[in-house]
């Protein structure tokens, strides 16, 4: 029998933690003196918290020595900390848990495959941990997405071979990660921005227990 994985991403596909991603980057460019648009922002959705700030520094065009782009990185890490303190379940996607529910009912192996150093304890705060068989996050990688290191850690965690993992993203890099990967890309947002996915849904609303029952080989 071939098993089938899932691997969902965490920010932006399970909770809206991207908003507060957002806030913190918004507060620190501020304070370097220059603006940080939300459409900026989607250049940030699962890219490391380094490649982040790199990013951030070449839109202000400000230049820093090691020391200080080390401390810009906790400072930013700080605030972010500070927005999601009071996380709770009220703060999961819509019928993720539903999703959640109906693979775990099945026994399906499931993975947690994210760029965040801080994903355990927001799995935490919104009471979800318990569902993820495996979790490998910014603490486990040497590559970020789209390097599919990730999502190849996370399948062979999970026992499951790559071409039989289905993977949940948001994000551009997220999505050629897992095509890299060979695993079934599914985008979960605005279909134009990722358009390279194998499927699209605005939300997990969208998506109907028959097509994920269809994604499960038996
Ligand atoms: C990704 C987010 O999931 O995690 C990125 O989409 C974020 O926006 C990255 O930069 C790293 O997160 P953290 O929590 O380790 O700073
Ligand atoms: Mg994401």
Redesign the pocket.
């Known amino acids: 029998m071939t098993k089938t994985g899932f691997i969902f991403?965490?920010?932006?596909v399970i909770v809206d933690?991207?908003k507060y991603?957002y806030l913190a980057w918004r507060n620190l460019a501020e304070e370097l003196g220059f603006e940080f648009t939300e459409e900026q922002n989607e250049l940030?959705?699962?890219?490391?918290?380094k490649?982040?700030l790199e990013i951030l520094l070449e839109i202000g065009n400000v230049k820093a020595t090691q020391e200080q782009f080390d401390l810009w990185m906790i400072e930013?890490?700080e605030d972010?900390l500070k927005y999601i303190e009071k996380m709770d379940a009220s703060e999961i996607l819509p019928d993720v848990a539903k999703v959640l529910d109906y693979l775990k009912e099945r026994n399906i192996p499931i993975a947690l495959g994210?760029?965040?150093?801080?994903?355990k304890p927001i799995l935490e705060k919104v009471k979800l941990l318990s569902y993820f068989d495996c979790i490998v996050?910014?603490n486990n990688v040497t590559k970020a997405k789209p390097d599919p290191e990730v999502f190849l850690i996370a399948a062979e965690k999970l026992g499951v071979d790559p071409n039989n993992c289905v993977v949940f993203e948001?994000?551009v890099a997220g999505v050629e990660a897992a095509n890299a990967a060979n695993m079934v890309s599914i985008g979960i947002g605005d279909s134009a921005i990722l358009s390279e996915a194998k499927h699209n849904f605005i939300d997990f609303t969208e998506m109907s227990l028959e097509f994920l029952s269809g994604l499960i080989k038996n």
């Open positions: 991403d965490l920010d932006g933690t991207a991603h940030f959705k699962g890219v490391s918290r490649r982040c930013k890490n972010y994210s760029a965040s150093k801080n994903a996050d910014g948001d994000a």
